[in-house]
């Protein structure tokens, strides 16, 4: 049975929002260096998929402080849509960042154009070959829309629950309110 908690951790809000933040700027990159010339887009890219592959580090720790650690308690006013739609939308998340960065890494690592994490730590090549790597190039621009409209659901839910609802589900996240939280 799962352990279930009213308030997050402090280390699952902050891989929360680092996570949110890094994920933000690598989606604004990505539309940015659409169209730069190749050696500005190059280097933008190069950043893009050293964070792309730092979100998948930090998605798999999260994971698994959430697989360990249980899951949280819902309002009891919520109705079985809402709970049903909070769920799609969080394993959505969970499944997507996991996705994007393997789906980045599967096209982009390749004997032509090695990843190298922020110019540090040189990252294996796919093992896929130029048609294999095309279907993963091709699943990432919709993976990331996709992503797009996950998070205005989350952030509409989030809201809702503040001014509508008016109950704790946004505060319980938000870093500055740190009432009920455990350390971990």
Known sequence: MATVHSSYSRTAIMLHWLIAVL???????????EGLPDAERG???????SVGITVLALTLWRLVLRLKGGFLVL????????????????IGFY????????S??????SPEWPLVWFDLV?????????????????????AAFLALVLVVLHVLGALKHHFIDR?????????????NRTDA
């Open 23 to 33: 994920v933000f700027g690598n989606i604004v990159g990505a539309v940015y260096a």
């Open 43 to 49: 280097a933008i890219m190069g950043i893009h998929k």
């Open 75 to 90: 309002p009891a006013h919520m109705k079985a849509w809402e709970i049903a739609l909070a769920r799609f939308t969080h």
């Open 95 to 102: 499944v997507l960042l996991l996705v994007l960065p393997l």
């Open 104 to 109: 980045g890494w599967a096209f982009a690592a």
């Open 122 to 142: 040189p990252l294996p090549d796919s093992p896929l070959g130029k048609a294999g790597r095309g279907v993963f190039h091709a699943l990432h621009g919709p």
């Open 167 to 179: 109950d704790d589900v946004l505060s319980r996240m938000l870093p500055f309110l740190r009432k």
